[in-house]
């Protein structure tokens, strides 16, 4: 019964003329903003979660892409496209706009399986409610029981009778809408690529609950890590990555400030967010007066260039390589020495500042910080397949 909703279509003699809906051209107009403006901080936080879930295989990621809502790209296989939706009020019972949000969201797929003829390795349709197919309370808890811990995600073919009975018909409904001016063929449309998921999150910003499940998934990578983090460092790196997503992706995918973020700019801001700050002696070394200073420094350098991986290879590689030469057995005083001799090496690479003296610390400092933590730096790069 499924296959034939593949092989049934193949291109209409009427789509010959037709094209395929633009990204900016919505499936059906959206007028409530403060909907759209919460639909828009929901898709922030899915495609984070996806982002990280994918952090091994992962090249970069687009929030508003030129398709999707949510794209991410690979370096051994075809790009992920993710449609998102989302409801305000009551996430956990409302049931009344199940079938208008997965025919919306079907829309929109089928188009981008037509844009991309075919070139996708899955599609995805994400909800922040419960019950996205439309199920009895027996049928959820038998087989779409999400929580407020984790995102839950399924694939289309593991899906009970009824669910996926659910899903046709919504596709075959947008197929009808497509038609009407646009592509309305499913040839590319592949339902052993298609994945459904919810990550429970409500309308209420200040309802801590609504990032557990961003929390897990940061804290389940820092487990495959074989890293110990406290819940406060995960915290800081959860606000971290919200700011840093909302910063970047923060604009349409033809606007001025939207960038692509890219793994390497992903973990490298984690990195700085884990790794421990500089031993108490550094601190006690410091000219009097210049430590919060030290601090704007180094928040702009997290800001501006950390992303470039290059930075914290130099300085690991710079390190290693003057501990050879030194052949001393006293570690300890070697690193003192190379930061006091050899922070001026790496002024290039760093940002500039109007005062020498905080440029040199925050150098010396940022220096003291990497090869503290290279081990965890090494775990990670290794864990995430980051050269």
Known sequence: MDNK?????????????????????????????????FGWRFQIIAGIILSIRNIKEIK????????????LYFSDKDPAYIQSKAIQ????????????????????????????????????????????????NADLIASWNPDLKRPFIRKYNSLPSKAKKFIRARIKTAKKQLEEKYIGSI????????????????????????????ENVIEDLFEKLKLNIRLGKIHIIRDMLITKYLANAGSKEWGEKHKRISKENLIWK????????????????????????????????????????????????????????????????????F???????????????EDPIVQEYGIKMIITRIIYGQRTIAKIKDGVNLK
């Open 5 to 37: 909703i593949n092989e049934q279509l193949s291109l209409d003699v009427g789509d010959a003329v037709k094209k395929t809906r633009p990204k900016n051209v919505p499936a059906v107009k959206n007028t409530d903003a403060s909907a759209s403006a």
């Open 60 to 71: 970069f990621v687009e929030i508003e892409g030129n398709t999707e809502d949510i794209e």
């Open 89 to 136: 009020g009551n996430i956990f019972d409302k049931t009344d706009v199940a079938a208008t949000k997965a025919t919306m969201a079907m829309n929109t797929l089928i188009n981008t399986s037509n844009r991309t003829e075919g070139k996708y390795s899955e599609l995805m349709y994400v909800v922040n409610f419960r019950n996205p197919l439309n199920l009895n």
């Open 187 to 214: 040839q590319y449309f592949d339902l052993n690529r298609l994945k459904l998921a919810t990550i429970l999150f409500s309308s209420d910003e200040q309802d801590e609950v609504n990032y557990l499940s961003l």
């Open 270 to 337: 984690i990195i700085f967010g884990i790794i421990d700050s500089a031993p108490t002696e550094f601190y006690e070394e410091l000219p009097i007066g210049i430590e919060g200073e030290l601090d704007i420094y180094e928040h702009d350098f997290v800001e501006q260039q950390v992303e470039d991986v290059v930075i914290i290879n130099k300085v690991l590689a710079g390190f290693n390589e003057y501990m050879k030469l030194e052949n001393e057995r006293n570690r300890k005083e070697v690193f003192r020495r």
């Open 339 to 353: 930061v006091n001799h050899k922070w001026s090496d790496y002024k290039d690479i760093f940002p500039l500042n």
